[in-house]
């Protein structure tokens, strides 16, 4: 499986390393993609050290794009996306497809399935914008996951090309 690793600008960004770590433990090929306040929690040469793949940190790297761009590179590479540390500011910036850095052109590009891990559990009632923003058929991460090749499979069947704006992989919305 092909899985694109976003980080986002919070503490909670040192967490990425031990999902690249894990997600290749278990077989997957892993690229990553930062924001730029992620870059002050995590440098690019971690996750590039722990992916074994250049990290796309600006919508500008061409270091062995495709397409001339990595994000457009990636967003064609990868089957799953995975939004780890995600901050308020990145849930809101992808649900009202605000493309201005790596992370959110690349999501916003891609048809695979997004899972999104908050940044912090109180995200989910922050503010009233942000909470707007994810009605707008975003679903919310629970604590408890299932395998992911089970429900990513089974999602595919029911919405099989669904914009990312839609593909959020949980069950509870947001309160509030």
Known sequence: MRV?????????????????????????????AMTAGAQHFV????????????????????????????????????????????????????ALGIADDAVTTTALACHAPLLVAPANQSIRSVTSATTAAARWGWRWPTRRCTSARTSLSSRRQRHPRRSPASTWSASTPPSG
Not at 4 to 32: D, N, P, Q
């Open 4 to 32: 694109a690793v976003y980080v986002g600008g919070s503490i909670a960004a040192y967490k990425a390393g031990e999902v690249v770590t894990l997600l290749r433990k278990r077989g997957a090929e892993v690229r990553c």
């Open 43 to 94: 440098t690019p040469l971690t996750l590039q050290s722990l992916s074994g793949h250049p990290v796309a940190t600006s919508v500008w790297d061409a270091a062995g794009a495709e397409h001339g761009m990595e994000h457009l590179s990636l967003s064609a590479w990868c089957e799953v996306q995975v939004a780890v540390a995600a901050t308020a500011d990145l849930i809101a910036r992808l």
